[in-house]
């Protein structure tokens, strides 16, 4: 990937996309002359559509939270984007020979040094989410146990996060981060355990390990703890 700068703006653009493609899809983007196909997701943490440009099926996502955030924006003055973080994320992943969603283009407007707008799009994967699909919790499990091999953390490895397509499984809404410990593995397991509990029949020895005992006791006690708060206050 590179970086290169137009109207005011930084673009982070994908290996596989020209200097003239990617100042066209963002004049596209910035004069909203795309044509919408569906809405993914609409709330204030982000705006996600998939759009049609020139023909390609793409999604557009907005990160409206950090890109409004004071405190959030304040970080990006020494550190990288939501949008470029969320592309490079994806070119990682590939680099690691972990499918998930083809990385384009990412945008982003800095003012005093820091963010102060951002978008990226990414290739629409035409999939099905492996949510209350348990034919395919082995190969979630196989696909987790791959990233954390390769010293990786999904970041959010709920099984909805697990996409089917075209005959394998493809990790979407992931932040990438490197495993720097043993328990941050271990909570990953718990985390995906709770999105879908079944799931624990396929993790073998995992279950037995001490770690992810605790880390589902701590997920578990967690929780009840927040419960408590939001009933006393």
């Not at 999604?59 to 955030?69: A, D, F, I, S």
Request: net charge positive.
């Amino acid at each position: 990937m590179r970086i290169i700068h137009y109207k005011d703006w930084r673009l982070l653009i994908s290996d596989n996309l020209s200097d003239d493609e990617a100042r066209s899809l963002f004049d596209t983007i910035s004069d909203k002359t795309y044509n919408v196909k569906e809405t993914l997701k609409q709330n204030q943490r982000s705006n996600v559509f998939r759009i049609i440009h020139e023909g390609q099926s793409l999604v557009l996502k907005v990160p409206v939270e950090k890109n409004k955030g004071k405190w959030i924006r304040f970080l990006t003055w020494f550190r990288q984007g939501e949008a470029f973080k969320n592309l490079m994320g994806m070119e990682k992943l590939w680099s690691k020979g972990i499918k998930t969603t083809q990385h384009v283009l990412a945008a982003e407007k800095r003012k005093n040094g820091m963010v102060v707008d951002s978008w990226l799009t990414y290739e629409y994967l035409d999939g099905e989410s492996c949510l209350e699909q348990p034919q395919l919790f082995p190969q979630v499990v196989s696909t987790l146990t791959s990233m954390h091999n390769n010293n990786l953390l999904h970041g959010d490895p709920q099984v909805r996060n697990f996409i089917a397509a075209d005959s394998d499984i493809y990790i979407i809404d992931s932040n990438p981060k490197s495993a720097s410990n043993s328990f941050s593995r271990a909570y990953e397991w718990a985390y995906l355990r709770r999105s879908s509990p079944d799931i624990e029949n396929h993790f073998g020895e995992i279950q037995n390990w001490w770690l992810y005992k605790f880390a589902r006791w701590y997920d578990i006690t967690e929780r009840k703890l927040k419960r408590f708060k939001r009933k006393l206050f």
